[in-house]
């Protein structure tokens, strides 16, 4: 059974930063590609930033330059460092993970809260 906690989430004020995580398990890790996913209150789900199996990474452009994501294969964990938050950051943010070459993947987790306060 695949699972994928994410934490990290909370209240901050905008220029500030959070690190978000993801543990993922059930899955062949290191195989996988990984994501985060955003959704905003009366906004559809989008896509921030997404790494594959081999490093690679992507960011959408609203948040380049300011978000990093990150993997440890050792540890089963995504990370997404987010620094110079902004309020229109503010958004519930969801970890997804597969072996697939499109997205969205096939596995979800349950979401973390971000915040951002003016």
């Known amino acids: 059974q695949v699972q994928l906690v994410e934490s990290g989430g909370g209240l901050v004020q905008a220029g500030g930063s959070l690190r978000l995580s993801c543990a993922a398990s059930g899955i062949t890790f290191s195989m996988s590609a990984m994501a985060w996913y955003r959704q905003a209150p009366g906004e559809q789900r989008e896509l921030v930033a997404a790494?594959?199996?081999?490093?690679?990474?992507h960011y959408a452009n609203s948040v380049k330059g300011r978000f990093a994501i990150s993997r440890d294969n050792a540890k089963n964990i995504v990370y997404l460092q987010m620094n110079s938050l902004k309020p229109e950051d503010t958004a519930v943010y969801y970890c997804?993970?597969?072996?697939?070459?499109?997205?969205?993947?096939?596995?979800w987790g349950q979401g973390t809260q971000v915040t951002v306060g003016s």
């Open positions: 997804n993970a597969g072996v697939r070459a499109a997205f969205p993947l096939p596995y």
């Open positions: 790494i594959s199996s081999g490093g690679s990474t």
